[in-house]
């Protein structure tokens, strides 16, 4: 796929993150590490500020997602230039790989 910028924000954690990422050697993703740890929600806003693209998507490291979650979430916004944002639907999985029940928590039983 062309025509993306994967930004790898780096929350100054002390693993080898930027030596992985400077090892898939692809011209289309870009490491970036913040000085002092800022938090999820300021590492968040960091990386927004340094992405250069049009759409701005949010990923987390311990998430799953859709191999079409970026075409579909690009299609809406082309479909309707007035959109502010796109929010996809979640699904809840235990780390047993198991759905929970409809009225469990899964963060709490996971």
């Known amino acids: 796929m062309q025509g993306f910028e994967l930004l ?6 002390p693993d080898e993150t930027g030596a992985v ?3 898939l050697r692809d011209p289309r993703i870009r490491y970036e590490r913040n000085d002092v740890n800022l ?8 990386g927004i500020l340094r ?7 949010v990923c987390h490291d311990h998430d799953l997602y859709d191999a079409t979650l970026v075409k579909e979430m690009v299609a809406r916004f ?3 230039p ?11 999985w235990t780390r047993r790989g198991r759905r929970p029940a ?9």
């Open 82 to 92: 007035a959109l502010a944002y796109v929010h996809s639907a979640v699904r809840v």
């Open 51 to 57: 992405a250069r693209g049009t759409y701005v998507l």
């Open 21 to 23: 990422v400077a090892a």
């Open 39 to 46: 938090g999820m929600p300021g590492n968040v806003n960091a």
């Open 78 to 80: 082309e479909e309707t």
């Open 102 to 110: 409809a009225n469990s928590s899964a963060t709490t039983r996971a």
């Open 8 to 13: 790898v924000q780096d929350d100054a954690s």
